[in-house]
């Protein structure tokens, strides 16, 4: 295991996987101690909701060094409630460089046009919402219900820089969960080369780390 990845006061994510739904969730933590055989962090939290101690669960767990994205697995092995509560995990056996494919959704809400390049639909337009964004798809919200392969192409303006315009095929539709009332569709990108797809993934951690800073409970 390379320690030297690993660092007190190091940013820490726990990604979680939800079980129905199958959507990764990510949470905010922070090393506190590096012991030798454990790795002490701040309770991982998201939204102002902590993710419950189970002693025994296996985490996975992502940091940056040296602007590089690792994958990690630990385990819990137990909740200190002290002054300061922690998280206890077993030290990493293996540490590995994320891929592309394996980097989590960012949620996110931005507008999205969706242009039809099926035919008889070809050409046509319409308004819908991003709802998540990875390097290598999207869960968009439809306005109304397309068929699993229908080609798009996709237009959203991330940052006033950064317009992506991809294009993609609907690869899964979810059914719609109340009160959403429209139905999602997982599309699958088509034409994205390696550069866009690291500026995706730049963009996702920038995203990222601005939702850390509105979390003022990682400052305490």
Known sequence: MKKD??????KIDIVE??????????????????????????????????????????????????K???????SLLRYISEQIPLWELSLPQKIKKIQMREDVRLDIGLPIMLTLQNDPED?????????DLS????????????????????????CDDFIFE???TIVRLTSPLPPLDKNLAGVQFDDVDAATRQKIVR?????????RMKEKKWFE
């Open 166 to 168: 991809p294009k993609g």
């Open 135 to 158: 390097a290598g798809g999207m869960q968009v919200v439809l306005p109304r219900l397309l068929p699993v392969g229908t080609k798009l192409k996709l237009s959203v303006q991330l």
């Open 68 to 74: 590089v994205p690792y994958l990690f697995e630990s």
């Open 5 to 10: 990845i690993l660092r007190v006061t190091q």
């Open 123 to 131: 050409g046509q337009t319409m308004k819908a919402l991003l709802k």
């Open 17 to 66: 996987e939800d079980f129905n739904t199958l959507k990764k969730e990510v949470y905010f933590s922070r090393v506190e101690d590096i012991r030798e055989d454990s790795l002490l962090i701040t309770p991982p939290f998201r939204k102002g909701c902590y993710l419950p101690p189970r002693t025994g669960r296996i985490l996975t767990a992502r940091v940056v060094f040296e």
């Open 203 to 211: 963009y996702i951690f920038g995203k990222q780390a601005e939702m």
